[in-house]
Structures are given as C-alpha cells and as structure tokens.
C-alpha cells in the first residue's frame, strides 16, 4: 500500500512547495497567484482522487464520479491563469468569446457527472476494478477535449498578439507546451489507455501529470521571471550556509577545547561552555548572514543593477557617440535591460519642427499631439509621471495606457522642454522608488549629452547641405569637362583630317622645290638656289609639324603604334646634326657632337627616334644665344643608353618645367622667342621614349640654359645578333 502510494505522495510534496512559493510571491497580483494555485490543487485532488477510488471498498460509484469533477476544475484554474497572466504583463481588456465558449465546455462536463450518467456501475472484483461506461463518459471526453481546444487556442492566440523576445512571448512559449503535454498525457493514461486495455492498471502512472504541470510552471517563471522564486532560493541558501558555518565553528572549539586545554565531564562545566558558545555564536550570526548574503546575491541576483555601475556604463555610452539616434538607441537598449522595461524611447524637439524619435526596437510610435498633451500635463514643476498612479487622471492614464508607457520623465533644459524619455512596463512587476530615483538623477546629465548631440547633429546637418551645394557644382563641372572632352575631340578630329589634306600638296611643292634646286627645269642663280633652299627647308618643318599632328591625333584615338627595327642610333644622330648645321651655322651656332666610334645596334622606330632627336636639336638652334656652341651626346653606359642636347639658351622658368611635357604647353620666354611655336614637340617627344621603355632626361635654369635628353633600356632594345659587339664595346664610347 505504502509502495504504491509513494509517487503520489512525493508528488504532494513537490505540489505543495510549489503552491508555497507561488502563494508567498508578493511580486504577482493575488489573481494570478490564486488561479495558479487552484490548477495545481485541482491536480493534486485529481490524483488523490483517483488513487481513493482504486482503493475503496465503498461507495465505489460515487468515489470514481468525483474524480471527473477535478480535470474541470484544474483546465478551468488554468484558462483563468492564462488570462491573468495576459493582463499582468500587458493590460489589455479581456475578450468575452473565449469566455463563453469556456463556459461552455464545462458545462458539457458538468452534466453528465452531476447527474452520475459516466458509469451506468462500479464493481469490485477482487483487487480488480470493473468500470460499466455509460453515455456520460463519452460527452465529458468530448467536454474535456472542447476544453482543452479552447484552451490552446487562448494560449496561441495570446502569444500570437505578443511581441517577439519578450518576457510574456517566453511565459506564453512555456505554457502551451506546457498545456499541450500535460493535456495529452492525461488523456491518454487516463482514458484512452483504460479503454484499449479494458482495466485500471495503468491510471496511477497519471500522477506524472502534476510533475509535468508544475515542471512546466517552473520554466515558465524562470523563462517569465513571472515570480521571484530566486529570493526564496537565496535567503535558503544564505540561511542554511550560515547555520553550517556556525556548527562548524561550534563543532571546531568544542574539539579544541576538549583535546587541548582541559577535559570537561560535569553537567556545570559544559552548561557554561555551551552558554559561551551561545552567546559567541549569537553574536557572529548576524555578520555570518550577511556575508552569505552578499556572496549568494552576487551568484543568483547578478541581473541587477547596482547604481554607481549604472552611472559609469551610461556615462561610457553617452561619450561613445555623437550621433543623435545612435546615441538614444543605445541608452534605450541599455535602461531597457537594466529596469527591464518592455520598452524606451525617446520624443525629441527637431531643428526643424519635426520630433526626432528613437528608442528600442517596436516601441511605441507616440503622435505629435499626444506629446504636447503629455508636456502640457507635466508644467514647469512636475518631472516624471507614472500611469499606475493616475487612477483619478482617467484621459492621460488611458492615453500613456494606449501606448503601453508607465513612466515618462521630462528633458528641460532650464524651463525649456527638449523632449520626453517614456518607459513601458515592468516586465517582471513594477517599478521602484529606486527606479525612479536613480532615473531622475540622470536626466540632467542625459539632457546635457542630447543637446550636445544635437549641435553636432546640426553641424552634420550644415556639412550635408554643403556636401550637397558642392555635389551639385561638381556635376556642373562634369557637364562641362564632358562638353570640353567633346570638343577636344572635334578638335582632335580637325587636326588629323586637316594634316590627312595638307600632306599631299606640301608633299608635292616639296618635290618641285628640289627639282627646281637641282637644275631640272633650267639652269638657276645662286640667288635664286638660295631662296629655293630657304623654301625646301621651310617645307619639310611643315612636313614634320604635320606628322606631330598626326602623332598626337593617333595617341588620342589609340593608334600610335611603333614601327621597330634594327637601327644604328649614332649614324642616325650624326644625319640629324648635319642637315640642321646650315640652319645652326646661318644663326652663329656651332655643334659639337663626337659620334661613337662602335655602337650597338637598336630595336627601335627610326622615324619616331628621328623626330626625338630633330626636335631636341632643332629647339636648341632656336632658343640658344647666338655664337654660342650646342653639345650633343650620344654614349652607352652599363645598362642604358643616353642622349643629350645641352644648349646655353633662355632656359625654362623653375614655376612652369612641370608642365612642359604637356600637349600645347610652350613656356612663357619661349613662346617671346618664338611666337610659331605649337607645343606638341616635347610632348610627342616623352610619348616616344616612354613607347620604348625610356625615361626623359632634363634640367634648366632660365637665363643660362637646358639639357634636354632621353634614356633606353639597353637589354630590352639591343638586337639580338649584335649582342657579342655589345659585350666588347667600352662603356664610355
């Protein structure tokens, strides 16, 4: 007998504790506690029921009757504990429909157990229990499962309504497991299970219906925070640590005393031993406690907050940022978890007229006018406002109550209104005196950070209508750099197909000069050769200027091109020095060039190369002081191969040798000297070094001259089947 109603007492026990711990819980509304309290009882008296009526002797129909009365009862508790629980955490008016239907469903039980229809009877045979079902047993089945339905639904319904990630959501979470389990299990063990085996065996494991009930009750605290089972946890384990430690003590000096200083056997010597110890201990308790206390409050209780590690991590957050809505974003998430406030949100006065709102995720989305109501109702002289306290203030106590906000404190500045800091509701009971003070303390120093950010917010503002300004200048630039791009090319355009036409008839005037200058036409004068050799010479610069043209017009479209081949750069050199000495000699200048006595071989583009060097030559002629020499320099070092011309001309101004290697730049005391110039030469020039892998050579001081040069890579232009004659070249040939 006691064997097999072991489970159900120790199921007592368990139940009983529970109840203990739920009716002590003076951080819940007395409702939610007495519906709490009334489920598990219900299930407590279900089994107990059930464990009488296998056991009687007597009244068998009556006892196995009652025990249907108690399943109503427990699923009737539990629907009003979910509701309550709903109005706790959210305070929203109840809705009549489930009620009636839940009415309902008991009533559908009610009936056949009221009027003894669930068994037509019950007999004993032996041990063994003969239950007769009746019609009633199967309308209470379909009461009980219309319940349950209900029930669920309720539960569904609720969480669905819910906001994700919130106390309530985890609470709801764990109750319809919770219900559906619990209901499942009742049902099959007993009666389903009694009907497919046709006996009673199996209905005391039932028992473990309340052991899932009150597991699931118990998650759903520590998943809700519902009640404060943590203070009972602690204050036990504080309490039982500190009577440990004094016995240990008391065990300690009375072994002590015993083994070391003197033996004591009389009832007079150990009376006044133990009242010493007494009065010791008694004095030790106190401090004992506390320091378990403190011990076991830093283990269970680390989710609160102490105030001075409030004040430091919200001066950390407020000297994080500058940015306005960052900076409310975090100080909402951060009071949020540490008041456990469903939410926090800010109402800000804008620069511009409109509100600046910010705060935690899905927090309330608080309209114009009902801020003004709300900055109007707290004056000059009132900070904070609590809606639980404005019972008798029933239009802002329904407002604050419409967007689930329990505190709002006022941000001044002065006598100025800045904003509003609202807080939602406790997620766990309600808040302190504590609370509120620790949050007024700081709102002058939150009112202090916000108007900083709020100047900086207005400079980023200033910044971004310039930023804008000089986006838009900027696109006007582009508009007109593409304008200037297209013209460009239209003059590009120009030059290539003017210097295409002008080609072929220089061409031919340049053929019939030399005809003329050679005799073919009749015998000449001197005079006459002289000015027709004035006019070739003159004809082929305009061949040449026309081929730069036509360069820079190919760089433009992409089509320069070089046309290498082997070529003898100091034979080269040496043809262009001596066709341009007449034109050096006529001016009173004089070249001095020492070509090198063996020189390699070069992959190169002899006309472009030609051009380079005509250039560097021609521009000395023109720019140097009369009677004055030009040093040409052509030799082969280690691994390069250098060219120079050095004149001791009007050299180029310090402010303007940048851009000398642009297109169309002629610098400011050249183009004095020589107003015909175009400014493509240098330019061409660097393009067909750089072609070949070359760099330029150049230096000037204005007034006393230029070098003007170029440098190739000898391993990467060297001709191949010459590389034996390079190897035995000097290196200062």
Not at 461 to 478: C, G, M, S, V, Y
Request: aromatic share 8%; glycine share 6%; net charge positive.
């Amino acid at each position: 007998m006691f064997i097999s109603a072991l489970p159900l007492i120790l199921t007592n026990i368990v139940a009983l504790v529970m109840v203990s711990v739920v009716l002590l819980s003076r951080s819940v509304s007395m409702k939610l506690r007495l519906s709490l309290i009334a489920t598990i009882v219900s299930l407590i008296f279900w089994q107990n029921s059930i464990f009488i009526a296998d056991n009687a002797a007597t009244d068998l129909m009556l006892w196995n009757t009652l025990i249907f009365l108690w399943p109503t009862a427990a699923i009737g508790s539990c629907f009003i504990f979910i509701r309550n629980l709903h109005s706790h955490t959210r305070r929203d008016s109840h809705r009549s429909l489930p009620v009636y239907l839940s009415l309902l469903a008991v009533t559908i039980q009610l009936v056949p157990v009221l009027t003894f229809q669930v068994f037509t009877d019950v007999s004993r045979n032996g041990n063994e229990l003969l239950l007769d079902r009746g019609g009633g047993y199967y309308v209470y089945l379909v009461g009980i499962l219309f319940s349950l339905a209900v029930l669920i639904t309720e539960v569904v319904v609720r969480r669905a309504k819910s906001e994700r990630r919130t106390l309530e959501r985890s609470a709801l979470n764990v109750v319809l497991a919770t219900v559906v389990i619990a209901g499942g299990y009742g049902l099959i063990i007993n009666a389903l299970v009694p009907l497919l085996i046709g006996g009673q065996e199996l209905v005391g494991w039932g028992v473990l219906v309340v052991v899932i009930f009150v597991v699931g009750l118990g998650l759903s605290i520590l998943h809700g925070r519902l009640l404060d089972v943590r203070f009972y946890a602690v204050r036990a384990t504080a309490y039982i640590l500190s009577l440990a430690t004094l016995a240990v003590i008391y065990g300690l000096l009375v072994y002590a005393i015993s083994a070391f200083f003197f033996d004591y056997n009389s009832s007079s010597e150990q009376s006044v031993i133990n009242i010493v110890f007494a009065l010791g201990l008694a004095l030790v308790f106190q401090p004992v406690r506390q320091f378990f206390d403190r011990i076991t409050n830093r283990i269970f209780y680390r989710g609160s907050y102490v105030s001075d590690e409030f004040f430091a991590e919200l001066n950390r957050i407020i000297v994080s940022t500058t940015d306005l809505r960052n900076l409310l974003r975090q100080i909402s998430r951060y009071m949020s978890t540490t008041f456990k406030s469903d939410q926090v949100f800010f109402v800000l006065h804008g620069k511009s007229g409109q509100p600046i709102v910010a705060g935690t995720e899905k927090h309330a989305k608080l309209p114009i006018a009902d801020a003004v109501h709300i900055e109007a109702f707290l004056g000059q002289e009132r900070r904070v406002i609590q809606a639980s306290q404005l019972q008798n203030k029933v239009t802002m106590h329904r407002m604050l109550a419409s967007h689930r906000i329990e505190l709002v404190f006022a941000l001044m500045q002065g006598e100025k209104f800045i904003g509003l800091l609202c807080l939602g509701d406790h997620r766990v009971a309600s808040y302190t005196k504590r609370d509120l003070r620790v949050m007024t303390t700081v709102l002058d120093e939150l009112t202090i950070a916000i108007q900083n950010a709020l100047s900086v917010q207005a400079v980023r503002d200033l910044n971004a209508n310039l930023e804008q300004r000089i986006d838009a200048a900027t696109k006007e630039l582009r508009a007109s750099n593409a304008q200037l791009q297209r013209l460009d090319e239209a003059k590009d355009e120009f030059i290539s197909m003017a210097s295409h036409q002008l080609r072929t008839p220089l061409t031919s005037i340049k053929g019939y000069i030399s005809m003329l200058m050679e005799g073919d036409a009749g015998k000449i004068s001197p005079e006459q050769k002289h000015l027709l050799r004035e006019a070739f010479v003159s004809s082929e610069r305009m061949v040449r200027l026309i081929g730069d043209f036509l360069n820079v017009s190919r760089l433009q479209t992409g089509k320069f091109t070089l046309e290498k081949h082997p070529v003898n750069l100091a034979k080269l050199v040496g043809q262009e020095i001596e066709a341009l000495e007449p034109n050096a000699a006529a001016r009173g200048l004089k070249f001095e060039y020492k070509k090198p006595a063996h020189f390699p071989l070069l992959d190169l583009d002899e006309n472009k190369i030609q051009q380079v060097v005509m250039n560097f030559s021609d521009n000395a002629i023109y720019y140097s002081r009369e009677d004055s020499s030009i040093k040409v320099s052509l030799k082969k070092t280690h691994d390069t191969i250098e060219f120079t011309v050095k004149d001791s001309g009007i050299g180029v101004p310090a402010d303007q040798q940048d851009e000398l290697f642009t297109k169309f730049f002629r610098a400011s005391n050249a183009r004095k000297q020589r107003p015909d110039g175009t400014g493509v030469g240098l330019f061409l020039a660097k393009k067909v070094v750089v072609a070949h892998g070359g760099s330029m050579i150049f230096e000037s001081k204005e007034g006393k001259g230029s070098t003007f040069g170029f440098r190739l890579p000898l391993a990467k232009l060297r001709v191949a089947s010459d590389t034996d004659k390079l190897d035995n070249q000097p290196h200062d040939s």
